[in-house]
């Protein structure tokens, strides 16, 4: 049986949205790699369904922004070893630009729900819970 912090749980996967966002095309191209090829890379499992189930179990996030997680990951995970899977492509292809208006959709729609106090707040929930299948 796998055990998190809800708190932990709910951090890394808001962190999505801190790191993938149209923010992105103010960056600098090293930004842009490591935020989206680094760092996007591995925290985008944490939208997984498993972990979206939990915290809509557990009334931290919705229906609406569970569905919207869901494609974000789903759409993220088809880019993966395509021919846009790189810098250039970030820059222009209509799939990414997708991608970070949707990431930017979620986070609003988070933060409409959740003031930043309760944000930071939530980061800091202790209960365990159960990553099983």
């Not at 999505?16 to 095309?25: A, H, N, P, Q, S």
């Not at 680094?38 to 997984?48: K, N, P, Q, R, V």
């Not at 498993?50 to 995970?77: A, T, Y």
């Amino acid at each position: 049986m796998n055990i998190i912090n809800l708190g932990k749980l709910f951090e890394n996967y808001y962190g999505i949205f801190e790191k993938l966002g149209t923010f992105l095309m103010n960056e600098s191209d090293k930004m842009i790699n490591y935020y989206i090829f680094e760092e996007t890379d591995i925290s985008i499992g944490f939208s997984s369904k498993r972990i979206l189930m939990n915290l809509l179990d557990e009334g931290i996030i919705d229906e609406v922004i569970f569905e919207k997680s869901m494609l974000l990951q789903r759409k993220f995970r088809e880019l993966e070893g395509t021919e846009i899977w790189n810098l250039d492509s970030v820059k222009s292809a209509p799939e990414w630009r997708f991608l970070m208006e949707l990431s930017d959709e979620i986070k609003v729609l988070i933060k409409t729900r959740w003031t930043e106090d309760e944000i930071s707040e939530l980061f800091n929930l202790t209960q365990a819970t159960s990553l099983n299948d």
